[in-house]
T-cell receptor
Framework: AQTVTQSQPEMSVQEAETVTLSCTYD???????LFWYKQPPSRQMILVIR??????QNATENRFSVNFQKAAKSFSLKISDSQLGDAAMYFC?????????????FGKGTKLTVNP | DAGVIQSPRHEVTEMGQEVTLRCKPI?????LFWYRQTMMRGLELLIY????????DSGMPEDRFSAKMPNASFSTLKIQPSEPRDSAVYFC?????????????FGPGTRLTVT
């Protein structure tokens, strides 16, 4: 079974600085999808960024970018120019491509604090 | 679009009572997912539907849990009888299969407390 591990339960960053959240996963498949979701105190889950495993180019969405290392099964999220509104729980998630399953497997999350 | 709608937002009930959580997916979406979030176990998938048909219910913890999707615009998750260990936030999510890394859209969640 696929597993997703986020080794940093909590992280903090100064406003305007850059922070990187780590995620590793375990799978025997070659094609899959990876996601980062944000959960602010409102509890709403919001998609931040997504990556197809077959794409070598790292995904970027404005201040958010990923470092996807397929061989190492690593998928870290970099937040540049951190803002107070970035404070939230961040979840890394995996979805298989083969097998017809649409199931998302989540990591346990990293709580990000942004200090003014 | 109003997004995924869940009701109630909060539910407090006593052990042994029946609890029904409701979800209205985004119009036109063909997948619906129920997740449970706890501190201990994180976010875990309970069950998901495709075109109103249950596809994978392997995450449903036990027979006390049941889920239905009678039509494309409504789903319920029922717990009967409820137990204190069922206390959690329950999320409903929906998506439209487009191939690729399509997004699952989450509702605001229902916080369930069983005393």
């Amino acid at each position: 079974a696929q597993t997703v591990t986020q080794s940093q339960p909590e992280m903090s960053v100064q406003e305007a600085e850059t922070v990187t959240l780590s995620c590793t996963y375990d799978t025997s498949e070659s094609d899959y999808y990876l996601f980062w979701y944000k959960q602010p105190p409102s509890r709403q889950m919001i998609l931040v960024i997504r990556q197809e495993a077959y794409k070598q180019q790292n995904a970027t969405e404005n201040r958010f970018s990923v470092n996807f290392q397929k061989a190492a099964k690593s998928f870290s999220l970099k937040i540049s120019d951190s803002q107070l509104g970035d404070a939230a729980m961040y979840f890394c998630a995996y979805r298989a491509l083969q097998g017809g399953s649409e199931k998302l497997v989540f990591g346990k999350g990293t709580k990000l604090t942004v200090n003014p | 679009d109003a997004g995924v709608i869940q009701s109630p937002r909060h539910e407090v009930t006593e052990m042994g009572q029946e609890v029904t959580l409701r979800c209205k997916p985004i119009s036109g979406h063909d997948y619906l997912f129920w997740y449970r979030q706890t501190m201990m176990r994180g976010l875990e998938l309970l069950i998901y539907f495709n075109n109103n048909v249950p596809i994978d219910d392997s995450g449903m913890p036990e027979d006390r849990f049941s889920a239905k999707m009678p039509n494309a615009s409504f789903s319920t998750l029922k717990i009967q009888p409820s137990e204190p260990r069922d206390s959690a936030v329950y999320f409903c999510a929906s998506s439209l299969w487009t191939g690729g890394a399509y997004e699952q859209y989450f509702g605001p969640g229902t916080r369930l407390t069983v005393t």
